[in-house]
Every structure is written in structure tokens, then in C-alpha cells.
């Protein structure tokens, strides 16, 4: 399978990483402490700039319309693959389990080889004064995330990360997570038909 650019992963890390530390986020104050507040606003924020930041190292971008899109925004990178980003952010010292994408969505996206699927990943603190501090950002693509950091929740179906505070990389090729990807997949739909199968029996028919 092709692997992702690192050239333009770099480039592309690097100016976003910059452009959100330099960016005063416009959150009122008593909005700053809503975790959901500050998400879609980095969302916007990164909507309405990534063009702008992707420079050459890209065209045709396009910004999400529907509420059910594989992600936020999209572009083809100047290696001509195409590449999806989802913004998730996490306020510090608070536990998250975010939804990256559905295990469905994810399948279908990546049985083309020149499919990434990124996810741009903002830590943030929040001052006694409301304002918003970003500090640790990372665009990577989902299959340099380790397993030991993801999980499938069966009954929604998505791809989600246990424990925002830890994230931390795979270190494998890209075929080899997509076949944890499916191991993991098929083990969450198992337990998840174990599980109705014990509710069956609540309502089972005398003979």
C-alpha cells in the first residue's frame, strides 16, 4: 500500500502547528470552558485558513457542507493523493473519548491506497481569564495512532480515542494497522452480539 508523504506531512505540521499557536481564538469567556465551544471553533478557524496554508503544498481543497462528512476538509496533495482532515481538540488535565469516524466510512475510504485519512489533534489549557492557550499540535494520518490508544465502539460504530490525554504513535505500515483495524472491528462486533444476545434473554418466549 502507498504510504503518506512524509515530506508533506512535515510541511503541512509544521504551518499549522505554527498558525494555531500564533492565533488568538475568538471564544468568549464564559464559552472557553465548553470543550464543545472551542472544538467548533478551532474547526472554523482551520475551514476558513487551511487553503491558505497549503499553499503549494496542495490544490483543490474543499471544505465539508454536509453534517455527516467523512471529515472537516479536504485537498489533494502535490503527490496527487487525496487527503481528509478531522479537527479534535482536547482541554488538558480533562478526559475525552472523541468519535474520529466511523469504522464503515473508514474501510470504504481506505480500500483506495491514495486515501488518508488525517486527524489534526489541538491540546489547549484555559486561563482563570478564559482565554484559550493552545499546546500541542499534531496533524498525523489515523494509522500512525496506536491501537493501544484507539478503540470501536460496537453500538455507534465509530473509531474513537480511549483517553485524549494519551495519544501516542503506531509505528507500523499502514497494511499492518489496517489489519488491527479489522481485527479490532470484528472483536467489538462480537462482543456487541454477545451482549444483545444476554438482552434476548429478558424477553425470551416460554415454550
Not at 181 to 202: A, M, Q, T
Request: hydrophobic share 35%; aromatic share 12%.
Amino acid at each position: 500500500m502507498n504510504e503518506m508523504n512524509k515530506t508533506l506531512l512535515r510541511s503541512l505540521n509544521d504551518k499549522v502547528k505554527s498558525f494555531i499557536k500564533s492565533h488568538r481564538l475568538d471564544v468568549p469567556p464564559n464559552l472557553a470552558v465548553k470543550p464543545r465551544a472551542v472544538g467548533e471553533a478551532y474547526e472554523e478557524l482551520m475551514q476558513d485558513n487551511f487553503e491558505e496554508l497549503l499553499g503549494t503544498d496542495g490544490q483543490k481543497y474543499e471544505k465539508a457542507t454536509r453534517a455527516k462528512a467523512t471529515a472537516d476538509f479536504s485537498f489533494y496533495g502535490n503527490d496527487g493523493k487525496y487527503y481528509a482532515v478531522d479537527v479534535k481538540t482536547h482541554c488538558i488535565g480533562k478526559w475525552g473519548m472523541p468519535n474520529l469516524i466511523s469504522y464503515k466510512k473508514l474501510d470504504k475510504f481506505y480500500r483506495d491506497s491514495n486515501n488518508t485519512f488525517l486527524v489534526l489533534l489541538i491540546d489547549y489549557e484555559v486561563t482563570n481569564e478564559g482565554n484559550v492557550i493552545p499546546n500541542n499540535v499534531k496533524l498525523v494520518p489515523i494509522e500512525w495512532i496506536s491501537w493501544d490508544c484507539l478503540a470501536v465502539q460496537g453500538t455507534l460504530g465509530q473509531i474513537q480515542i480511549k483517553n485524549a490525554e494519551l495519544v501516542y504513535p503506531y509505528g507500523l505500515s499502514r497494511e499492518e494497522w489496517i489489519e488491527n483495524f479489522h481485527i479490532n472491528v470484528r472483536s467489538s462486533i462480537h462482543r456487541k452480539i454477545r451482549l444483545l444476545e444476554k438482552e434476548l434473554e429478558f424477553f425470551e418466549v416460554p415454550a
